[in-house]
């Protein structure tokens, strides 16, 4: 059964870092693009990165030159190395893969269009 574990979520001070991770369980990872997305409370769930099984990545404006997705094919793994956080940064994180899929996310977004979600990792940023 495949299976995405998001995981390094936690507390941090604005401007401060985390680097969260979602491992992946039986699938052939390097087909697979990943994806993070967040969800604010009250909010709909937003585009944060995509990397290809190759390593080409996209990013929202708003997150390009803090946020850092990258992949390790031969752990399975994925990572979103977050710098300088924000207040408008907290949120739920997923990660999602996608088969072949481009890193040019389509919106709005359709959690259907994904092959397989992990649970989420809360990031809470304090001021």
């Known amino acids: ?29 390097s087909r697979y693009t990943m994806y993070w997305f967040r969800q604010a409370p009250g ?4 585009f944060v990165a995509a990397i290809s099984g190759g390593g080409n990545s996209y990013y929202v404006d708003s997150v390009k030159g803090r946020l850092t997705i990258s992949r390790d094919n031969a752990k399975n793994t994925v990572y979103l190395q977050m710098n300088s956080l924000k207040p ?7 990660c999602a893969a996608r088969i072949f899929g481009t890193v ?4 709005p ?6 092959d397989y979600w992990g649970q989420g990792t809360q990031v809470t940023v304090s001021s």
């Open 1 to 29: 059964q495949v299976q995405l574990v998001e995981s390094g979520g936690g507390l941090v001070q604005a401007g401060g870092s985390l680097r969260l991770s979602c491992a992946a369980s039986e699938l052939t990872f």
């Open 43 to 46: 909010k709909e769930r937003d």
């Open 88 to 94: 408008e940064d907290p949120a739920v994180y997923y």
């Open 104 to 107: 040019v996310v389509t919106l």
């Open 109 to 114: 977004i359709k959690p259907n269009d994904y």
